[in-house]
């Protein structure tokens, strides 16, 4: 997905010269092909994150439009006030792309670990935050980005993720994907979570339960009227996210479920981070599977909600 991510950028560069390329202390030899090519619009700046959100926010107050690729701790905890006041406050056409969505950086602890990026955004009047769930449906959604209004945080996974989305087709910024039609349960999902709530739909057809499968690549604007339709028929509805529970997709959708004024009353669960900085390094899996951010916890908990004894995995 990251390198998916990164290709784009360099074909939409050789399509459109309004498209510039900032990167922040990343690797040699990143988009050294962008380099060669076009150079006077490559721009590998140093560990100084604000001044790149102001030097972005620049070029496109002045047509361009700019690429900003780094660390997502360092793109969205340490330039708050800049992606605040020069990209959200002006609109600007800056796309921000946040390498490390959740968990990825768990070998190098919890200064690199951005479970919050997508609460801290969400808090942003303007801005629009996109969490792709593989390389197919970032590559479809990479095309979208040049005629977007305003600013847009993509929200890069490790890489080599399984592909669950499919190849061909538009994708469509602030529309759910319906990935699997339920009438018990709706399991609600967005980034590379995807994966395991596909699968935990599938075993959960051997208890009984038909779980259905909506997609948020978009988590805002969040797409509202395909969520409260996927809930409609459904007495349970589980998120499952890679990032903190407060304040994330469970929290948007928990927001919607409440303002809706069910009767019966829908029953939700949350799976996610819980309000703590994580404190062990290792693995995204391993961290993942710590908090349950799993297919075996997606059954359990849907079982739990639906009062369906839950068969051993």
């Given at each position: 997905m990251?390198?998916?991510c990164l ?5 939409l ?10 990167g922040?202390?990343?690797g ?16 590998m ?12 926010a620049?070029?496109a107050m ?9 660390i ?11 992606v605040?006041v020069d990209?959200?406050?002006h ?10 969505g959740g968990l ?6 919890p200064t690199?670990?951005?479970?919050d ?8 009047p303007?801005?629009?935050i ?7 449906e970032?590559?479809?959604f990479?095309?979208?980005?040049l005629?977007h209004r ?21 994708f469509?910024?602030?529309k ?5 039609a ?6 609600v ?6 994966k ?7 075993l ?7 779980a ?9 604007p969040l797409d509202?009227e395909a969520?409260?339709?996927a809930?409609s ?5 589980v998120?499952?996210?890679e990032h903190?529970l ?8 928990a ?9 019966p009353p829908?029953r939700?669960?949350r799976i996610?981070i ?6 062990q ?11 349950g951010?799993s ?5 359990m ?5 639906l009062?369906v ?5």
């Amino acid at each position: 997905m990251r390198k998916t991510c990164l290709d784009m950028v360099y074909e939409l560069a050789k399509q459109d010269e309004r498209v510039f390329f900032i990167g922040s202390d990343l690797g040699a030899g990143t988009l050294q092909q962008f380099k060669q090519e076009m150079p006077e619009r490559f721009f590998m700046e140093g560990v100084s994150e604000a001044t790149i959100i102001g030097m972005a926010a620049g070029l496109a107050m002045e047509g361009k439009i700019p690429y900003v690729n780094t660390i997502a701790t360092f793109l969205t905890r340490r330039c708050f006030e800049q992606v605040t006041v020069d990209l959200c406050l002006h609109n600007t056409n800056v796309r921000l792309i946040g390498n490390g969505g959740g968990l990825v950086y768990a070998p190098l602890g919890p200064t690199h670990l951005a479970i919050d990026d997508i609460a801290i955004l969400r808090a942003l009047p303007n801005m629009t935050i996109v969490a792709p769930a593989d390389a197919n449906e970032m590559r479809r959604f990479m095309l979208e980005t040049l005629e977007h209004r305003g600013p847009l945080y993509i929200r890069l996974a490790k890489g080599n993720d399984p592909l669950v989305t499919k190849a061909e087709g538009r994708f469509e910024i602030g529309k759910a994907v319906p990935m699997r039609a339920g009438s018990d349960a709706l399991i609600v999902t967005t980034g590379v979570t995807l994966k395991r709530a596909l699968d935990a739909a599938s075993l959960l057809v051997e208890q009984g339960i038909e779980a259905g499968v909506l997609h948020m690549p978009t988590i805002k604007p969040l797409d509202t009227e395909a969520l409260l339709g996927a809930i409609s028929p459904v007495a349970a509805i589980v998120t499952i996210e890679e990032h903190t529970l407060m304040g994330g997709l469970g929290s948007a959708v928990a927001e919607v479920i409440a303002e809706a004024n069910w009767s019966p009353p829908k029953r939700l669960r949350r799976i996610g981070i819980p309000d703590v900085f994580p404190d062990q390094y290792g693995s995204q899996a391993s961290l993942m599977n710590r908090y349950g951010i799993s297919t075996e916890q997606l059954v359990m908990t849907v079982s739990t909600l639906l009062g369906v004894p839950t068969h051993s995995l």
